[in-house]
Protein backbone atom coordinates (compact mmCIF):
# COMPACT_ATOMS: atom_id res chain seq x y z
CA UNK A 1 0.00 0.00 0.00
CA UNK A 2 1.26 3.06 -1.04
CA UNK A 3 1.68 5.90 1.87
CA UNK A 4 2.19 10.01 2.14
CA UNK A 5 5.17 10.85 3.80
CA UNK A 6 3.27 13.70 5.42
CA UNK A 7 1.94 14.47 8.29
CA UNK A 8 -2.07 14.06 8.09
CA UNK A 9 -2.09 17.42 9.29
CA UNK A 10 -1.36 18.42 6.15
CA UNK A 11 -3.93 15.91 4.35
CA UNK A 12 -6.90 14.88 5.08
CA UNK A 13 -9.93 13.41 6.87
CA UNK A 14 -11.32 11.75 4.26
CA UNK A 15 -11.88 9.28 6.05
CA UNK A 16 -9.87 9.82 9.43
CA UNK A 17 -11.24 9.76 13.27
CA UNK A 18 -11.80 6.68 15.11
CA UNK A 19 -13.69 3.82 15.63
CA UNK A 20 -16.15 2.80 17.39
CA UNK A 21 -16.68 -0.90 16.09
CA UNK A 22 -15.05 -4.26 16.96
CA UNK A 23 -14.62 -5.68 13.66
CA UNK A 24 -13.56 -4.02 10.71
CA UNK A 25 -16.51 -3.82 7.49
CA UNK A 26 -16.05 -4.95 4.65
CA UNK A 27 -13.34 -3.74 2.16
CA UNK A 28 -14.81 -1.85 -0.40
CA UNK A 29 -14.02 1.32 -2.86
CA UNK A 30 -13.02 4.35 -1.54
CA UNK A 31 -15.59 6.68 -0.88
CA UNK A 32 -15.10 10.25 -1.77
CA UNK A 33 -14.06 12.55 0.72
CA UNK A 34 -16.60 14.16 2.29
CA UNK A 35 -17.25 17.55 2.81
CA UNK A 36 -19.12 17.58 6.22
CA UNK A 37 -19.78 20.13 8.67
CA UNK A 38 -19.35 18.16 11.62
CA UNK A 39 -19.27 14.44 12.52
CA UNK A 40 -22.84 13.96 11.24
CA UNK A 41 -22.82 10.55 12.72
CA UNK A 42 -22.02 11.68 16.10
CA UNK A 43 -19.41 13.11 18.20
CA UNK A 44 -18.07 11.37 20.11
CA UNK A 45 -16.84 9.05 16.92
CA UNK A 46 -15.54 6.64 19.53
CA UNK A 47 -16.42 4.74 22.02
CA UNK A 48 -14.24 5.03 25.12
CA UNK A 49 -12.17 7.56 27.18
CA UNK A 50 -9.03 8.57 24.90
CA UNK A 51 -7.34 12.06 24.53
CA UNK A 52 -4.75 13.96 22.79
CA UNK A 53 -5.82 12.46 19.23
CA UNK A 54 -3.26 13.10 16.50
CA UNK A 55 -3.94 11.82 12.80
CA UNK A 56 -2.38 10.43 9.37
CA UNK A 57 -2.97 8.84 5.92
CA UNK A 58 -1.56 5.65 4.46
CA UNK A 59 -2.80 5.58 1.01
CA UNK A 60 -6.47 5.28 1.09
CA UNK A 61 -7.08 4.73 4.88
CA UNK A 62 -7.08 7.31 7.25
CA UNK A 63 -5.75 6.56 10.92
CA UNK A 64 -6.38 8.60 14.83
CA UNK A 65 -4.18 7.62 17.56
CA UNK A 66 -4.97 8.15 21.14
CA UNK A 67 -3.95 8.76 24.47
CA UNK A 68 -5.70 6.40 26.62
CA UNK A 69 -7.23 8.61 29.51
CA UNK A 70 -6.89 6.54 32.68
CA UNK A 71 -5.06 7.22 35.77
CA UNK A 72 -1.31 7.81 34.99
CA UNK A 73 -0.44 3.79 36.14
CA UNK A 74 -3.03 2.60 33.54
CA UNK A 75 -1.46 4.45 30.84
CA UNK A 76 0.63 1.37 29.77
CA UNK A 77 -0.42 1.16 25.98
CA UNK A 78 -2.26 2.83 22.88
CA UNK A 79 -4.89 2.09 20.32
CA UNK A 80 -5.24 3.38 17.26
CA UNK A 81 -8.49 3.99 14.95
CA UNK A 82 -8.98 3.40 11.16
CA UNK A 83 -11.58 4.37 8.67
CA UNK A 84 -11.73 4.49 4.70
CA UNK A 85 -15.29 6.68 4.95
CA UNK A 86 -15.84 8.85 8.20
CA UNK A 87 -18.75 6.54 9.11
CA UNK A 88 -17.34 3.04 9.92
CA UNK A 89 -14.28 2.65 12.26
CA UNK A 90 -11.99 -0.62 13.12
CA UNK A 91 -10.35 -0.17 16.44
CA UNK A 92 -6.65 -2.09 16.63
CA UNK A 93 -5.73 -2.56 20.18
CA UNK A 94 -2.48 -2.36 21.83
CA UNK A 95 -0.57 -0.99 18.76
CA UNK A 96 2.02 -0.02 21.14
CA UNK A 97 2.99 -0.99 24.73
CA UNK A 98 5.30 -0.35 27.83
CA UNK A 99 6.35 -3.89 27.48
CA UNK A 100 7.72 -3.03 23.51
CA UNK A 101 9.34 -0.11 25.06
CA UNK A 102 11.81 -1.28 27.73
CA UNK A 103 12.27 1.97 29.61
CA UNK A 104 8.39 2.93 29.91
CA UNK A 105 6.96 2.27 32.64
CA UNK A 106 3.66 4.53 32.53
CA UNK A 107 1.96 7.47 31.52
CA UNK A 108 2.63 6.88 27.72
CA UNK A 109 1.00 10.16 26.19
CA UNK A 110 0.34 12.05 22.81
CA UNK A 111 1.37 9.78 19.82
CA UNK A 112 2.22 11.21 16.99
CA UNK A 113 2.70 9.11 13.92
CA UNK A 114 4.50 9.77 10.72
CA UNK A 115 5.79 7.50 7.99
CA UNK A 116 8.70 7.82 5.83
CA UNK A 117 11.59 5.11 4.47
CA UNK A 118 8.96 2.76 4.08
CA UNK A 119 8.30 2.25 7.83
CA UNK A 120 5.90 3.53 10.40
CA UNK A 121 7.03 5.63 13.14
CA UNK A 122 5.34 6.31 16.37
CA UNK A 123 6.53 9.02 19.07
CA UNK A 124 5.16 8.82 22.29
CA UNK A 125 6.07 10.74 25.76
CA UNK A 126 6.48 8.21 29.07
CA UNK A 127 7.29 8.36 32.41
CA UNK A 128 6.04 11.75 33.23
CA UNK A 129 9.17 12.92 34.13
CA UNK A 130 9.70 15.79 36.90
CA UNK A 131 13.64 16.06 36.53
CA UNK A 132 16.24 15.42 34.18
CA UNK A 133 17.25 12.69 37.01
CA UNK A 134 14.41 10.79 35.72
CA UNK A 135 14.52 8.16 33.09
CA UNK A 136 11.92 9.38 30.74
CA UNK A 137 10.37 11.89 28.32
CA UNK A 138 9.96 11.40 24.51
CA UNK A 139 10.29 8.04 22.35
CA UNK A 140 10.38 6.97 19.13
CA UNK A 141 8.62 3.60 17.85
CA UNK A 142 8.92 1.93 14.70
CA UNK A 143 6.66 -0.62 12.71
CA UNK A 144 5.91 -2.12 9.01
CA UNK A 145 2.30 -1.57 9.20
CA UNK A 146 0.46 1.36 10.97
CA UNK A 147 -1.59 -1.09 13.24
CA UNK A 148 1.65 -1.98 14.58
CA UNK A 149 2.79 -3.73 16.69
CA UNK A 150 5.29 -0.86 17.19
CA UNK A 151 8.42 -1.55 18.73
CA UNK A 152 10.98 1.04 20.41
CA UNK A 153 13.55 1.83 17.77
CA UNK A 154 16.65 3.62 19.56
CA UNK A 155 16.19 1.69 23.10
CA UNK A 156 16.49 4.77 25.12
CA UNK A 157 14.23 8.50 24.95
CA UNK A 158 14.83 10.70 22.16
CA UNK A 159 14.36 13.74 24.19
CA UNK A 160 14.90 12.95 27.79
CA UNK A 161 15.86 15.49 29.37
CA UNK A 162 13.98 19.15 30.19
CA UNK A 163 15.59 21.96 27.59
CA UNK A 164 14.75 25.91 27.98
CA UNK A 165 12.26 24.55 30.92
CA UNK A 166 10.16 22.13 28.97
CA UNK A 167 9.06 19.09 29.91
CA UNK A 168 9.48 16.26 27.17
CA UNK A 169 5.87 15.34 26.05
CA UNK A 170 3.25 16.20 24.00
CA UNK A 171 5.66 15.58 20.70
CA UNK A 172 3.88 16.44 17.04
CA UNK A 173 6.02 15.52 13.89
CA UNK A 174 5.86 17.28 11.14
CA UNK A 175 7.64 17.62 7.43
CA UNK A 176 8.09 20.14 5.68
CA UNK A 177 7.70 20.48 1.54
CA UNK A 178 11.74 20.31 1.15
CA UNK A 179 11.98 17.29 2.93
CA UNK A 180 12.96 18.59 6.38
CA UNK A 181 11.46 16.74 9.68
CA UNK A 182 10.70 18.70 12.74
CA UNK A 183 9.46 17.77 16.02
CA UNK A 184 7.91 20.26 18.04
CA UNK A 185 6.95 19.45 21.87
CA UNK A 186 6.80 20.42 24.96
CA UNK A 187 4.82 20.88 28.84
CA UNK A 188 5.08 23.13 31.79
CA UNK A 189 4.61 26.29 30.02
CA UNK A 190 7.37 25.90 27.25
CA UNK A 191 7.54 24.59 23.82
CA UNK A 192 10.28 23.59 21.65
CA UNK A 193 11.45 22.63 18.25
CA UNK A 194 13.76 20.43 17.30
CA UNK A 195 14.96 19.01 13.60
CA UNK A 196 15.09 15.31 13.44
CA UNK A 197 17.61 13.56 10.71
CA UNK A 198 16.51 11.52 7.76
CA UNK A 199 16.61 8.27 10.01
CA UNK A 200 13.59 9.75 11.63
CA UNK A 201 15.01 8.38 15.13
CA UNK A 202 17.72 11.40 15.75
CA UNK A 203 18.46 14.76 16.13
CA UNK A 204 19.77 17.20 14.23
CA UNK A 205 21.05 20.54 14.65
CA UNK A 206 20.48 24.18 13.76
CA UNK A 207 22.67 26.48 11.81
CA UNK A 208 23.67 27.99 14.87
CA UNK A 209 24.70 24.79 16.16
CA UNK A 210 22.10 24.27 18.62
CA UNK A 211 19.53 21.09 18.78
CA UNK A 212 16.66 22.90 20.47
CA UNK A 213 15.02 26.14 20.00
CA UNK A 214 12.50 27.39 22.52
CA UNK A 215 9.25 29.11 20.08
CA UNK A 216 6.59 29.39 23.28
CA UNK A 217 3.95 31.77 22.29
CA UNK A 218 2.18 33.87 24.50
CA UNK A 219 -0.15 31.80 26.59
CA UNK A 220 0.78 28.11 25.72
CA UNK A 221 0.42 25.38 28.07
CA UNK A 222 1.02 22.43 26.44
CA UNK A 223 -0.30 20.26 23.24
CA UNK A 224 1.81 21.67 19.74
CA UNK A 225 -0.01 20.81 16.76
CA UNK A 226 1.92 22.64 13.03
CA UNK A 227 0.48 21.98 10.02
CA UNK A 228 1.23 24.37 6.49
CA UNK A 229 -1.54 25.82 4.25
CA UNK A 230 -1.12 28.47 1.57
CA UNK A 231 2.32 28.81 2.33
CA UNK A 232 2.01 29.93 6.03
CA UNK A 233 3.17 27.78 9.05
CA UNK A 234 0.67 27.04 11.62
CA UNK A 235 1.09 26.22 15.36
CA UNK A 236 -1.69 25.09 17.85
CA UNK A 237 -1.52 24.26 21.49
CA UNK A 238 -3.70 24.08 24.05
CA UNK A 239 -4.33 26.86 27.19
CA UNK A 240 -5.75 26.21 30.89
CA UNK A 241 -5.51 23.24 32.49
CA UNK A 242 -6.15 19.93 31.14
CA UNK A 243 -8.64 18.48 34.08
CA UNK A 244 -10.72 22.08 34.22
CA UNK A 245 -13.31 22.97 31.69
CA UNK A 246 -11.11 26.03 30.26
CA UNK A 247 -8.81 23.75 28.19
CA UNK A 248 -8.48 25.49 24.83
CA UNK A 249 -7.24 26.07 21.71
CA UNK A 250 -5.05 28.69 20.32
CA UNK A 251 -2.67 29.46 17.40
CA UNK A 252 -0.21 31.41 15.95
CA UNK A 253 0.99 31.69 12.32
CA UNK A 254 4.70 32.17 10.82
CA UNK A 255 6.60 32.08 7.54
CA UNK A 256 8.46 29.65 9.36
CA UNK A 257 8.36 26.36 10.67
CA UNK A 258 10.49 27.73 13.78
CA UNK A 259 8.32 30.60 13.70
CA UNK A 260 8.07 33.22 15.45
CA UNK A 261 5.35 32.12 16.35
CA UNK A 262 2.75 35.48 18.09
CA UNK A 263 -0.49 34.12 19.58
CA UNK A 264 -3.73 35.94 17.29
CA UNK A 265 -6.59 33.93 18.79
CA UNK A 266 -8.17 31.37 20.52
CA UNK A 267 -10.10 29.18 18.19
CA UNK A 268 -11.59 26.25 20.43
CA UNK A 269 -13.11 26.13 23.63
CA UNK A 270 -15.66 24.74 25.78
CA UNK A 271 -19.51 25.09 25.14
CA UNK A 272 -21.36 25.43 28.08
CA UNK A 273 -24.25 24.15 25.73
CA UNK A 274 -22.00 20.86 24.34
CA UNK A 275 -18.63 19.80 26.02
CA UNK A 276 -16.54 21.01 28.25
CA UNK A 277 -12.36 20.82 28.21
CA UNK A 278 -11.82 20.97 24.65
CA UNK A 279 -8.33 20.64 23.61
CA UNK A 280 -5.42 18.95 22.53
CA UNK A 281 -5.90 18.83 18.94
CA UNK A 282 -4.78 17.57 15.52
CA UNK A 283 -5.69 19.27 12.46
CA UNK A 284 -6.17 17.46 9.02
CA UNK A 285 -6.95 18.51 5.19
CA UNK A 286 -8.94 16.54 2.63
CA UNK A 287 -6.28 15.79 0.09
CA UNK A 288 -6.36 18.08 -2.99
CA UNK A 289 -8.63 20.14 -1.29
CA UNK A 290 -9.27 23.16 0.90
CA UNK A 291 -11.63 20.99 3.37
CA UNK A 292 -9.83 21.29 6.78
CA UNK A 293 -11.04 19.58 10.16
CA UNK A 294 -9.91 19.65 14.05
CA UNK A 295 -9.97 16.66 15.38
CA UNK A 296 -9.59 16.81 19.35
CA UNK A 297 -10.53 15.52 23.02
CA UNK A 298 -13.56 16.87 25.05
CA UNK A 299 -15.18 16.30 28.12
CA UNK A 300 -19.31 15.57 28.61
CA UNK A 301 -21.00 17.92 31.21
CA UNK A 302 -22.01 15.75 32.97
CA UNK A 303 -18.64 14.34 33.50
CA UNK A 304 -16.33 15.02 36.41
CA UNK A 305 -13.91 12.79 36.54
CA UNK A 306 -10.86 14.39 34.35
CA UNK A 307 -9.89 11.42 32.81
CA UNK A 308 -13.39 11.20 31.20
CA UNK A 309 -12.43 12.32 27.94
CA UNK A 310 -13.82 11.56 24.84
CA UNK A 311 -12.81 12.38 20.70
CA UNK A 312 -14.35 14.49 18.49
CA UNK A 313 -14.32 16.45 15.34
CA UNK A 314 -16.02 19.87 13.40
CA UNK A 315 -15.34 21.24 10.54
CA UNK A 316 -12.35 24.37 10.43
CA UNK A 317 -12.69 26.80 8.22
CA UNK A 318 -10.39 29.94 7.12
CA UNK A 319 -11.00 33.47 6.43
CA UNK A 320 -9.70 34.71 3.62
CA UNK A 321 -6.76 36.43 4.57
CA UNK A 322 -5.50 32.92 6.70
CA UNK A 323 -6.65 33.31 9.75
CA UNK A 324 -9.01 30.30 11.77
CA UNK A 325 -12.54 31.23 11.99
CA UNK A 326 -13.15 30.35 15.70
CA UNK A 327 -14.62 26.20 15.71
CA UNK A 328 -18.35 25.65 16.63
CA UNK A 329 -18.74 22.04 18.43
CA UNK A 330 -21.84 21.21 16.59
CA UNK A 331 -24.44 18.81 17.50
CA UNK A 332 -25.86 16.00 14.84
CA UNK A 333 -26.48 12.28 14.44
CA UNK A 334 -27.67 10.38 11.91
CA UNK A 335 -26.96 7.16 13.05
CA UNK A 336 -25.05 5.93 9.91
CA UNK A 337 -22.42 3.99 11.96
CA UNK A 338 -25.07 2.23 13.49
CA UNK A 339 -24.28 3.56 17.53
CA UNK A 340 -25.09 5.49 19.85
CA UNK A 341 -22.34 6.84 21.12
CA UNK A 342 -23.11 9.75 23.03
CA UNK A 343 -26.53 8.63 24.31
CA UNK A 344 -27.97 7.57 27.08
CA UNK A 345 -31.07 5.94 27.78
CA UNK A 346 -33.24 5.45 30.34
CA UNK A 347 -36.34 3.12 30.53
CA UNK A 348 -37.12 0.94 27.39
CA UNK A 349 -35.11 -0.73 24.80
CA UNK A 350 -33.08 0.68 22.32
CA UNK A 351 -30.94 -0.50 19.02
CA UNK A 352 -29.57 1.21 16.02
CA UNK A 353 -30.15 -1.06 13.40
CA UNK A 354 -29.82 0.59 9.57
CA UNK A 355 -29.03 4.03 10.67
CA UNK A 356 -31.67 4.77 12.75
CA UNK A 357 -32.09 4.65 16.54
CA UNK A 358 -34.95 2.41 17.28
CA UNK A 359 -36.86 1.96 20.37
CA UNK A 360 -39.77 -0.43 20.82
CA UNK A 361 -42.76 0.33 22.62
CA UNK A 362 -42.41 1.26 26.66
CA UNK A 363 -43.95 3.83 29.05
CA UNK A 364 -41.62 6.98 28.60
CA UNK A 365 -38.53 5.13 27.79
CA UNK A 366 -36.27 8.37 26.49
CA UNK A 367 -32.68 8.86 25.00
CA UNK A 368 -30.93 12.12 26.12
CA UNK A 369 -27.77 13.61 24.27
CA UNK A 370 -25.66 14.90 27.55
CA UNK A 371 -26.47 18.93 26.08
CA UNK A 372 -27.33 21.81 28.03
CA UNK A 373 -29.07 24.16 25.73
CA UNK A 374 -31.52 27.19 26.38
CA UNK A 375 -32.04 29.11 23.41
CA UNK A 376 -31.98 26.61 20.55
CA UNK A 377 -33.39 25.09 17.77
CA UNK A 378 -33.41 20.57 17.25
CA UNK A 379 -34.52 19.02 14.41
CA UNK A 380 -35.48 15.13 14.43
CA UNK A 381 -36.73 12.93 11.82
CA UNK A 382 -39.62 10.73 14.22
CA UNK A 383 -41.19 7.16 12.94
CA UNK A 384 -43.55 5.72 14.55
CA UNK A 385 -43.73 2.15 13.71
CA UNK A 386 -46.27 0.76 15.72
CA UNK A 387 -49.02 1.60 18.27
CA UNK A 388 -51.23 3.84 19.69
CA UNK A 389 -49.30 6.01 21.68
CA UNK A 390 -46.88 9.04 20.68
CA UNK A 391 -43.09 9.36 20.06
CA UNK A 392 -40.93 12.14 19.59
CA UNK A 393 -38.69 15.42 21.39
CA UNK A 394 -37.20 15.68 25.16
CA UNK A 395 -35.75 19.33 25.50
CA UNK A 396 -33.99 21.07 28.23
CA UNK A 397 -34.39 18.06 30.69
CA UNK A 398 -32.62 17.36 33.72
CA UNK A 399 -33.00 14.84 36.59
CA UNK A 400 -33.42 11.92 34.00
CA UNK A 401 -34.56 8.71 35.34
CA UNK A 402 -36.32 5.61 34.33
CA UNK A 403 -40.23 6.47 34.57
CA UNK A 404 -43.31 7.82 32.65
CA UNK A 405 -42.74 11.11 33.46
CA UNK A 406 -38.98 10.39 35.17
CA UNK A 407 -37.49 13.90 34.19
CA UNK A 408 -37.70 17.37 34.56
CA UNK A 409 -37.97 18.89 31.49
CA UNK A 410 -40.49 19.25 28.43
CA UNK A 411 -41.71 16.80 25.97
CA UNK A 412 -43.24 17.47 21.79
CA UNK A 413 -44.84 14.41 20.23
CA UNK A 414 -46.74 12.60 17.76
CA UNK A 415 -49.79 10.70 18.31
CA UNK A 416 -51.50 8.17 15.31
CA UNK A 417 -54.62 9.16 17.39
CA UNK A 418 -54.11 12.98 15.41
CA UNK A 419 -52.43 15.61 17.76
CA UNK A 420 -49.35 17.08 18.08
CA UNK A 421 -48.73 17.67 22.08
CA UNK A 422 -46.70 19.52 24.14
CA UNK A 423 -46.47 19.55 27.86
CA UNK A 424 -43.92 19.78 30.55
CA UNK A 425 -42.52 16.91 32.97
CA UNK A 426 -41.37 16.47 36.79
CA UNK A 427 -42.12 13.53 37.77
CA UNK A 428 -45.84 14.03 36.58
CA UNK A 429 -47.48 15.59 33.57
CA UNK A 430 -48.71 19.17 33.15
CA UNK A 431 -49.96 19.62 29.22
CA UNK A 432 -49.18 22.96 27.51
CA UNK A 433 -51.05 22.72 24.23
CA UNK A 434 -52.03 20.67 21.32
CA UNK A 435 -53.11 20.21 18.08
CA UNK A 436 -54.66 18.52 15.45
CA UNK A 437 -52.58 16.43 13.29
CA UNK A 438 -52.86 13.99 10.72
CA UNK A 439 -50.20 11.40 11.46
CA UNK A 440 -49.56 7.59 10.30
CA UNK A 441 -47.81 4.98 11.51
CA UNK A 442 -44.74 4.05 9.16
CA UNK A 443 -44.70 7.19 7.83
CA UNK A 444 -41.54 9.86 8.47
CA UNK A 445 -42.24 13.22 9.96
CA UNK A 446 -39.62 16.07 10.58
CA UNK A 447 -40.22 17.41 14.14
CA UNK A 448 -38.80 20.81 14.68
CA UNK A 449 -38.71 22.44 18.52
CA UNK A 450 -37.88 26.16 18.67
CA UNK A 451 -37.57 27.50 22.14
CA UNK A 452 -35.89 31.07 22.98
CA UNK A 453 -36.50 32.43 26.58
CA UNK A 454 -39.94 31.33 27.62
CA UNK A 455 -41.29 30.86 24.14
CA UNK A 456 -41.27 27.09 22.77
CA UNK A 457 -42.69 26.60 19.08
CA UNK A 458 -43.40 23.03 17.55
CA UNK A 459 -43.34 22.53 13.71
CA UNK A 460 -44.10 19.36 11.62
CA UNK A 461 -43.22 18.76 8.42
CA UNK A 462 -44.17 22.51 7.67
CA UNK A 463 -40.78 24.38 9.37
CA UNK A 464 -42.22 27.84 8.57
CA UNK A 465 -45.49 27.32 10.64
CA UNK A 466 -45.55 26.47 14.21
CA UNK A 467 -48.36 23.96 14.75
CA UNK A 468 -47.75 24.89 18.49
CA UNK A 469 -46.54 27.84 20.06
CA UNK A 470 -46.58 28.86 24.01
CA UNK A 471 -44.70 30.71 26.75
CA UNK A 472 -43.78 28.85 29.78
CA UNK A 473 -41.26 30.19 32.14
CA UNK A 474 -40.46 26.48 33.93
CA UNK A 475 -37.30 25.20 32.49
CA UNK A 476 -34.81 27.49 31.37
CA UNK A 477 -32.14 25.13 30.11
CA UNK A 478 -31.19 21.32 29.90
CA UNK A 479 -30.49 17.62 27.42
CA UNK A 480 -32.23 17.18 24.44
CA UNK A 481 -33.63 13.84 23.39
CA UNK A 482 -36.11 11.99 21.93
CA UNK A 483 -38.90 9.74 23.62
CA UNK A 484 -41.71 6.94 23.14
CA UNK A 485 -44.85 6.60 25.13
CA UNK A 486 -46.97 3.18 24.12
CA UNK A 487 -45.37 3.33 20.81
CA UNK A 488 -42.34 2.06 19.04
CA UNK A 489 -41.06 4.27 16.97
CA UNK A 490 -37.43 5.57 14.97
CA UNK A 491 -35.23 8.55 15.03
CA UNK A 492 -33.18 9.89 12.48
CA UNK A 493 -31.17 12.82 11.51
CA UNK A 494 -31.12 14.78 14.91
CA UNK A 495 -29.42 18.20 14.96
CA UNK A 496 -29.44 21.07 17.99
CA UNK A 497 -28.53 23.69 17.56
CA UNK A 498 -28.71 28.12 17.55
CA UNK A 499 -32.56 28.82 17.66
CA UNK A 500 -33.97 29.37 13.95
CA UNK A 501 -37.44 30.88 13.37
CA UNK A 502 -40.27 31.01 15.87
CA UNK A 503 -40.03 34.50 17.96
CA UNK A 504 -36.74 36.63 17.81
CA UNK A 505 -34.78 37.94 20.84
CA UNK A 506 -34.22 41.44 19.99
CA UNK A 507 -31.52 41.84 22.45
CA UNK A 508 -29.53 39.18 21.35
CA UNK A 509 -25.65 39.85 20.35
CA UNK A 510 -26.24 43.57 20.70
CA UNK A 511 -24.04 46.23 22.03
CA UNK A 512 -24.90 46.38 25.64
CA UNK A 513 -23.32 48.64 28.48
CA UNK A 514 -24.18 48.73 32.46
CA UNK A 515 -22.85 49.97 36.03
CA UNK A 516 -19.51 48.69 37.03
CA UNK A 517 -19.31 45.30 36.77
CA UNK A 518 -18.74 42.99 39.79
CA UNK A 519 -15.62 40.94 37.75
CA UNK A 520 -14.21 41.57 34.89
CA UNK A 521 -15.85 38.43 33.22
CA UNK A 522 -19.44 39.58 34.52
CA UNK A 523 -19.75 42.93 31.99
CA UNK A 524 -23.60 43.93 30.41
CA UNK A 525 -22.76 41.25 27.37
CA UNK A 526 -23.11 38.69 29.47
CA UNK A 527 -26.86 39.45 29.61
CA UNK A 528 -27.43 39.36 25.93
CA UNK A 529 -25.02 36.28 24.88
CA UNK A 530 -28.49 33.99 24.63
CA UNK A 531 -27.04 31.40 27.62
CA UNK A 532 -27.59 30.98 30.55
CA UNK A 533 -25.55 27.99 31.38
CA UNK A 534 -22.48 28.68 31.23
CA UNK A 535 -21.97 28.85 35.11
CA UNK A 536 -22.23 31.61 37.72
CA UNK A 537 -19.89 33.99 35.55
CA UNK A 538 -22.54 33.85 32.55
CA UNK A 539 -24.13 36.56 33.66
CA UNK A 540 -24.38 40.82 34.17
CA UNK A 541 -22.96 41.06 37.77
CA UNK A 542 -23.08 44.95 39.28
CA UNK A 543 -22.67 45.70 43.04
CA UNK A 544 -23.25 49.41 42.14
CA UNK A 545 -26.48 50.58 43.98
CA UNK A 546 -28.88 51.51 41.55
CA UNK A 547 -27.24 49.39 39.00
CA UNK A 548 -28.53 49.59 35.63
CA UNK A 549 -28.03 47.78 32.25
CA UNK A 550 -28.59 49.47 29.03
CA UNK A 551 -29.13 47.21 25.36
CA UNK A 552 -28.93 48.87 21.61
CA UNK A 553 -31.38 47.24 19.62
CA UNK A 554 -29.54 49.25 16.73
CA UNK A 555 -33.12 50.17 15.52
CA UNK A 556 -36.36 51.35 16.77
CA UNK A 557 -38.07 48.54 17.41
CA UNK A 558 -41.99 47.40 18.56
CA UNK A 559 -41.55 45.18 21.43
CA UNK A 560 -44.10 42.33 23.23
CA UNK A 561 -42.73 40.96 25.38
CA UNK A 562 -39.78 41.34 28.31
CA UNK A 563 -38.21 38.68 30.06
CA UNK A 564 -35.41 38.69 33.21
CA UNK A 565 -33.10 35.71 33.42
CA UNK A 566 -32.28 36.02 36.95
CA UNK A 567 -29.77 34.19 39.08
CA UNK A 568 -32.30 31.34 39.84
CA UNK A 569 -32.25 30.82 36.13
CA UNK A 570 -28.62 30.91 36.23
CA UNK A 571 -28.45 28.08 39.02
CA UNK A 572 -27.77 30.28 41.79
CA UNK A 573 -30.10 30.41 44.75
CA UNK A 574 -33.34 32.25 44.62
CA UNK A 575 -32.77 34.79 47.18
CA UNK A 576 -30.65 36.21 44.73
CA UNK A 577 -33.27 36.80 42.24
CA UNK A 578 -33.58 40.35 41.71
CA UNK A 579 -36.14 41.94 43.86
CA UNK A 580 -37.40 45.12 42.64
CA UNK A 581 -36.54 47.06 39.11
CA UNK A 582 -38.10 48.92 35.92
CA UNK A 583 -37.83 47.91 32.31
CA UNK A 584 -37.81 51.21 30.37
CA UNK A 585 -37.12 52.40 26.16
CA UNK A 586 -35.95 55.11 24.29
CA UNK A 587 -35.46 56.13 21.09
CA UNK A 588 -32.37 58.27 21.68
CA UNK A 589 -30.67 56.47 24.70
CA UNK A 590 -31.13 60.09 26.83
CA UNK A 591 -35.43 60.17 27.11
CA UNK A 592 -37.03 57.04 29.17
CA UNK A 593 -40.22 55.70 28.67
CA UNK A 594 -41.14 53.54 31.60
CA UNK A 595 -42.82 50.00 30.42
CA UNK A 596 -42.80 47.61 33.23
CA UNK A 597 -42.37 47.97 37.11
CA UNK A 598 -41.65 44.92 39.69
CA UNK A 599 -41.69 44.70 43.65
CA UNK A 600 -41.24 42.08 45.32
CA UNK A 601 -40.01 39.39 42.83
CA UNK A 602 -38.95 35.35 43.44
CA UNK A 603 -39.43 34.34 40.25
CA UNK A 604 -36.17 33.03 38.48
CA UNK A 605 -37.38 34.43 35.19
CA UNK A 606 -40.37 37.15 35.03
CA UNK A 607 -42.33 37.43 31.76
CA UNK A 608 -43.46 41.24 31.25
CA UNK A 609 -46.24 41.34 27.94
CA UNK A 610 -46.48 45.12 26.82
CA UNK A 611 -48.58 46.86 23.83
CA UNK A 612 -47.76 49.87 21.90
CA UNK A 613 -43.94 49.80 23.60
CA UNK A 614 -41.07 50.40 21.09
CA UNK A 615 -37.63 51.66 20.97
CA UNK A 616 -34.33 51.26 19.83
CA UNK A 617 -33.01 51.43 23.64
CA UNK A 618 -33.44 49.07 26.20
CA UNK A 619 -33.03 49.59 30.05
CA UNK A 620 -33.07 47.92 33.10
CA UNK A 621 -32.85 49.73 36.51
CA UNK A 622 -32.69 47.66 39.45
CA UNK A 623 -34.11 49.13 42.73
CA UNK A 624 -33.34 46.61 45.28
CA UNK A 625 -30.98 44.00 43.57
CA UNK A 626 -32.28 40.88 46.17
CA UNK A 627 -34.43 39.26 48.20
CA UNK A 628 -31.64 38.16 50.83
CA UNK A 629 -30.01 41.37 51.03
CA UNK A 630 -26.72 40.86 49.16
CA UNK A 631 -25.73 44.08 47.43
CA UNK A 632 -25.04 42.32 43.90
CA UNK A 633 -27.49 42.70 40.65
CA UNK A 634 -27.22 39.11 38.78
CA UNK A 635 -29.20 39.04 35.40
CA UNK A 636 -28.40 35.99 33.33
CA UNK A 637 -30.35 37.38 30.05
CA UNK A 638 -32.17 40.55 29.39
CA UNK A 639 -34.34 39.29 25.94
CA UNK A 640 -36.80 41.70 24.26
CA UNK A 641 -39.39 39.93 21.85
CA UNK A 642 -40.73 42.01 18.76
Not at 153 to 166: E, K, M, S, T
Not at 170 to 185: H, L, R
Request: hydrophobic share 40%; net charge negative; with cysteine.
Amino acid sequence: MATLPMKLATTALTVLLAAGVATAAPRAEAVAAPDLPTAVAGNPFVDGWYADPDTIVHGDTYWVYPTTSKTYAEQTYLDAFSSRDLVHWTKHSNVLTTAAVPWARYALWAPAPIARNGRYYLYFAANDIQSDSALGGIGVAVADHPAGPYRDAIGRPLIGQFHNGAQPIDQDVFIDDDGQAYVYYGGWGRANVAKLNPDMVSLGTFPDGSTFREITPAGYVEGPQMFKRGGKYYLMWSEGGWTGPDYSVSYAMADSPTGPFTRLDKVLAQDPAVARGSGHNSVVNVPGTDIWYIVYHRRPLGETDGNHRQLAYDRLHFNADGTIRRVTMKVQDDFADDNAHGWKTYGGAWTVPGGRLQAAASAGGKALLDTNFGDFTQDTDVTITSGGGDAGLVFRATRAAVGVDGYAGYYAGITPAGRVVLGRADNSWTPLASAPLAVDVGTTYRLRVTAVGTSIRVYVGDLTTPKIGVTDATFASGGNGVRVFNAAAAFDDVAVGPAVGGEVNLARGRPATGSTPCAAGEGPEKAVNGTVTGGNSDKFCSAVPGAWLTVDLGASRSISRFEVAHAQAGGEDAGFNTRAFSLSVSNDGTTWRRAVGVTGNGAATTVHPVTGVAGRYVRLDVTTPTGNADPATRVYELRAFG
